[in-house]
């Protein structure tokens, strides 16, 4: 069965499938199964700005967490410099000309869902969308977007609060 039959019989599937996708979403709110959904989502999905950049499985490492464990343990994620302190690693988010902001999923998602070329990438970028929104509607779960870097490369990470875990996506735009 290719994909676009796939699409036409998921409605007829059993309720852990969307309409729109033939990749069930997560049917727990652990950290492994919503990767895992990540990894299968972002399959194919590119973040368009000058360049064409993957979207990608992230998560904040361990030292990250203990770091922002303060945040993490109100339930909510961090102001964007003390995500950028521990995300982009060796470089200081007080150095000039550094950029560091926390938006909402919604604008990126709106975004990402515009860019993508073929229908099977479409029906990806709505699927992840949809999976953010399930995921933290639900207590203790948080969602925000941050750009970090320096122009014209800006990290974008896409990421939720979980189960204490810091889990998303992330990208690259190129801002010329």
């Known amino acids: ?5 796939a699409l036409k019989t998921s409605k007829n599937q059993q309720n852990g499938y969307c309409a729109h996708s033939p990749i069930p979403l997560p049917k727990e709110n652990d950290v492994g199964s919503v990767i895992n959904y990540i ?11 000058d360049s064409d950049e993957p979207v990608e499985v992230y998560q904040l ?3 990250g967490l203990q770091a922002l ?11 964007a410099k003390d995500f950028a302190t521990f995300a982009a690693g060796n470089v200081t988010p007080f150095e000039e000309g550094f950029v560091s902001e926390k938006k909402p999923v919604d604008d990126f998602f709106k975004r990402l869902r515009n860019q993508q070329v073929s229908e099977r990438q479409k029906h990806l970028a709505i699927s992840l969308e949809a999976a953010f929104k399930k995921l933290t509607s639900m207590p203790g779960t ?9 122009p014209p490369n800006i990290e974008v990470y896409v990421v ?17």
């Open 142 to 150: 948080d969602a925000a977007c941050y750009r970090i870097g320096f």
């Open 39 to 49: 990894k299968h989502t972002c399959d194919d999905l590119y973040f368009t700005s």
């Open 160 to 176: 939720m609060l979980i189960d204490g875990q810091v889990v998303g996506i992330k990208t690259l735009s190129v801002e010329t």
């Open 1 to 5: 069965m290719d994909y676009f039959e």
């Open 69 to 79: 464990e303060a945040d993490i343990d109100k339930l909510t994620l961090p102001k």
């Open 61 to 63: 490492s361990g030292t």
